[in-house]
């Protein structure tokens, strides 16, 4: 469905026009209808949450995927930068498990829980800064799409609309992989899974990352529907 066909079937004829106007000027339309379609799960958004993209779709379904194969069952799964909620929503819909997710603004954690409600599933939002994060609890899982784009980096125009703590990254990108592993490796179960979804030119990076905190780890770098990689997993085992 094109941009012009979801403003007909979702906006009121009366404001039409204005969204068409906003439209032009390159506002997002899932902005302007307010939610999009994440998985099979309906997930609002606004200007204080990342639109939910094809790319983080297939983030969880590899997850869920790989959970199965490493025979993790009702794992207990942290995701880090929850945003709309939208990870975490999907794979509590999908596989029975237990999840906290934590993120730095409030405002997004009010959308996150909205939706969690309006898909009606159980999840525990925390409000966290992963800078200050400190917990005694350990995880099966641990699934993280962060701010990855380095600042320097030429982006599409839209995005100018999204909140941008949650796209911008320092050190080339990769500040938050690094903040993630160091703060958190002690806190994985002796069978775990990690999964990133990570900029195209960032998995070797990253996987030196990971194996200096987690060396005997076995890394997967996967690839999108375009063919960029776009994926790191990190486990106890083999995938």
Known sequence: ?????????????????????????????????????????????????????????????????????????????????????????ALKKNIDCEITAIDISKKALDKAKENAKLNKVNIDFELQDINEFSTNNKYDVIISNPPYVPYDSEVDEKIKYEPQNAI?????????????????????????????EIGANQGSEIKKIAKKYLPNSYIKIEKDYNNYDRYIFISSKML
């Open 1 to 89: 469905m094109t941009d012009l066909e979801l403003i007909k079937k979702y906006v009121p004829t009366d404001k039409q026009k204005e969204a068409k106007e906003k439209l032009k000027e390159g506002y997002p339309v899932q902005y302007i209808i307010g939610n999009v379609d994440f998985y099979d799960c309906l997930i609002n958004v606004n200007e204080n949450v990342l639109i939910p993209r094809f790319e983080t779709e297939y983030l969880v379904d590899k997850t869920i995927k790989y959970i199965q194969k490493l025979d993790i069952n009702h794992p207990s799964i942290l995701e880090v930068g929850t945003g709309s909620g939208c990870i975490s929503i």
């Open 168 to 196: 911008y990254a320092s050190d080339n990108g990769l500040y938050f992989y690094k903040v993630i592993l160091e703060k958190l490796f002690n806190n994985l179960n002796e069978n775990f899974l990690i999964a990133f």
